[in-house]
């Protein structure tokens, strides 16, 4: 047998080994997600619920009182404006987050084993629920928004030539109609929430990057602000939703009042890393 022959014998083993690793813990993990709650949540505050109703409300005054505005003074903006925000405008992609994500996700799962100390299977159980939940908030208000914007058929400001912000054609399945809500917006809310959720000093700075993306959709021309409204109002209820739904079952946060649960300190990390 030659050295390739031998090489290819041992990893042959290994790899099937990563493989049933890989299909038993996401078999596993998956019903985790779907257990019946445990816990009663907190309803939602007064506040928060009015905010979200005014927030509405904006969105549709927004389409008779500023639409037409904004997109009018988006096209008249100096060339070297518009093309720093369409260089912005792409860091909006759900992509940046989800293919990350699942690439971790996707890891950890061929790692855990039971041959490994309980304390890193632990280390590396908290992480993975840190992960799937970053992964759901974003991936599900932005696969909401995928299809219910073909659905209401909005036409992108000057579809047609002139900006009509009342411009629909329902189902037709097009991306010039396919303007509300702004599927950037939606993701960059969410990824706002969620982070924020997990990592509270995080939120200032990522209500930043969630408005500058906002902005850039009304700048680059591709959404109307009334369409990146919307959009913000779904990535926040959507990720919303998801945070109470790990709560309710005693995944990364507490039921009584949805602050994140402890994780595992750098320096369990960095020795499961070793």
């Known amino acids: 047998m030659t050295k390739a022959q031998s090489r290819d014998t041992r990893s042959a083993p290994a790899a099937a080994d990563f493989k049933q690793r890989l299909a038993i813990n996401l078999v596993q993990w998956a019903p985790v997600l779907a257990r019946a709650p445990r816990a009663k949540l907190p309803r939602p505050r ?49 992509g940046w987050f989800l293919y990350p994500l699942a690439f971790i996700l996707l890891g950890l799962a061929v790692l855990s084993s039971l041959a490994l100390p309980r304390m890193t299977r ?32 909005r036409a992108r400001p000057f579809v047609g030539g002139h900006d009509d912000p009342f411009l629909y054609m329902p189902f037709i399945w097009r991306p010039a109609y396919a303007a509300m809500p702004s599927g950037h917006a939606t993701t960059a809310a969410a990824a706002a929430i969620a982070i924020g959720a997990i990592w509270p000093r995080a939120r200032p700075l990522m209500w930043l990057y969630a408005l500058l993306i906002m ?24 990720a919303l939703m998801v945070r109470r739904w790990f709560a309710a079952r005693h995944l990364v946060f507490f039921a009584s009042d949805l602050r994140p649960l402890p994780g595992p300190s750098w320096q369990r990390i960095k020795s499961v890393g070793r």
Do not use: N
Not at 133 to 139: M, R, Y
């Open 215 to 238: 902005f850039s959709r009304v700048v680059v021309l591709a959404h109307h602000p009334s369409d990146v409204i919307a959009g913000a109002v779904v990535g926040t209820v959507g």
């Open 122 to 153: 632990g280390v590396l159980a908290l992480i993975a629920r840190r992960v799937g939940f970053l992964f759901l908030a974003i991936a599900l208000p932005g696969l909401f928004v995928t299809i219910v914007k073909r659905m209401i058929g």
């Open 46 to 94: 007064a506040g928060a619920v009015a905010a979200l109703m005014l927030t509405l409300v904006a969105s549709v005054a927004s389409m008779f009182l500023l639409d037409t505005t904004a997109s009018e003074w988006a096209r008249h903006l100096p060339h070297w404006f518009t093309e720093v925000f369409d260089q912005i405008t792409d860091f909006g992609l759900s």
